[in-house]
């Protein structure tokens, strides 16, 4: 499909095509890859600089092939470190992540610092930002954090994401107000690597597509849903639509737990808790609720909304929400229910005795309230200026099941093609999304605000038959990924990328 690009023409000297002389470079916003600003150029570095980076903090990461116990199940997968989720990576905005990674796996890959404003040769993308670090190799990012919030790291190579290979990256803000005793992250992902196969049997079966299959849940909300090796038929939500995800996971896990034999978080009764939520799951938006407590929602993707109160929020892959909560005296299930997949994954708050709920316990606020974009909006001092967007890059979301041809305008993981923008310019994105599969779009090395409401956020749900426009401030030159964390639809080619033009 990606055979001979002008890419790679160009790069190998057969500068003479004239423009749109290759059937894939139709439209004006096309242009030979070296009109964008490289990874490495003096820009990036002028925009680092830009960023007053502070002190440098060292971390050390080894991707490696181990062992791993969920807690009752052990599994052979891939990891940083040998643990599931890795250590987490905290420092104070402002400061600098210098992180070495050695690649222990069998495998190229590289690390993706998902949400972060950082310089561009960071951000972890093989063949747009760097070259993957091949087996046995070691690479070094160093990066400024400028925002404070909840973030997180993971590979950006195939479908490695679906391994056990992502962790937390927390910024500190050392000048917030904590209004809070307590920090809990909670990271949450759907597991079946070592249990039923790995990520490349499932996008391998996803791929043949599903012409012969009835692929089901088409109107009826209450069908049941039915596993065929892989995949996964019949996960309807009254919120993201008919087909609320494709894969069967046997397993969902909380902090790396399996529900028998769940994370225990302790505190004493009347502890504020700030929960910080990851979705780091490949085909699975997790509904969460925490029993006998209502959550009030601070922040998205990292940065301050106005606090909002809910009894559950529906997380997408990819996103995270901040929310906190005063505990109740006793034993309480903190629950994530794989969106329409009817299975959940689960933790426990433990402040006082009694007897823990049972593993398939689903707490009556699933039920309740569930958060919605439209009731957020950005907190004082997050909102983007007011601005007419200068530009605006329509970005249809195409493909079905059928043939598994996930894409960005028809243009499969065309990444030798950016749109072009121009540093200084507010940007708009409209996603278009005219299927019955929702998808949760994420841009790299910037935040965007939701057009609507202002929200930030860099990862966003585009639901069925839903267009949904986005804008950024174009102030981190180079190129930067835009797609689908659905991480199976990203790799069969729901993947572009965004290019500052030199
Ligand atoms: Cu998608």
Known sequence: MRALTRRSLLRGGAVALPFGGLAACSSDEER?????????????????????????????????????????????????????????????KGEQVKATIVNDLP????????????????????????????????FTYKFTAPDPGTYWFHPHVGVQLDRGLYAPLIVEDPDEPADWDLEWTVVLDDWMDGVTGTPEDVLAQLREGMGGMDHGGHGDM?????????????????ILGPDAGDVHYPHHLVNGRVAADPEVFEADPGARVRIRLINAGGD???????????????????????PVETDSILVGMGERYDAITTLEDGVF???????????????????????????????????GHVLAYDELEPAEGAALEAREPDRTIDLEL?????????????????????????EGERVRLRF??????????HLHGHTFALADSGLRKDTAIVLPGQTLEVDFDAVNPGRWMVHCHNVYHGEAGMMAVIGYRV
């Open 32 to 92: 030979p890859a070296r009109s964008f600003v490289e990874s490495d150029s003096d820009r990036v570095a002028a925009a680092e600089a830009d960023r007053s980076p502070g002190p440098v903090r060292e971390f050390n990461l080894n991707a490696v092939e181990s062992e791993v116990d969920f807690g009752g199940p052990t599994v052979t997968t891939w990891s940083y470190g040998g643990k599931v989720p890795g250590d987490p990576i905290r420092l104070s």
């Open 107 to 138: 495998d190229p890959t590289t690390i993706h610092w998902h949400g972060v404003q950082l310089r561009c040769d960071a951000d972890g993308v093989p063949d747009v930002t760097q070259a993957a670090i091949a087996p046995g190799e070691t």
């Open 222 to 238: 209450d069908m049941e849903t039915a596993v065929d090796g892989h995949t996964l038929m019949g996960a309807s939500s009254d």
């Open 284 to 306: 699975t938006a997790y509904r969460v609720a925490l029993a006998g407590h209502r959550l009030t929602v601070t922040h998205t993707d990292g940065f301050p909304c106005a």
């Open 333 to 367: 299930a903190l629950v994530a229910e794989a969106e329409g997949k009817r299975a959940r994954g689960r933790a426990l708050v433990r402040t006082g005795s009694g007897e823990a709920p049972p593993a398939d316990f689903a707490p009556e606020e699933l039920t």
């Open 398 to 422: 195409v493909g079905g099941m059928m043939d598994y041809d996930w894409s960005i305008n028809g243009r499969p993981h065309d990444l030798d093609n950016p749109y072009a923008i121009e």
């Open 432 to 441: 278009a999304n005219g299927h019955d599969m929702w998808h949760p779009m």
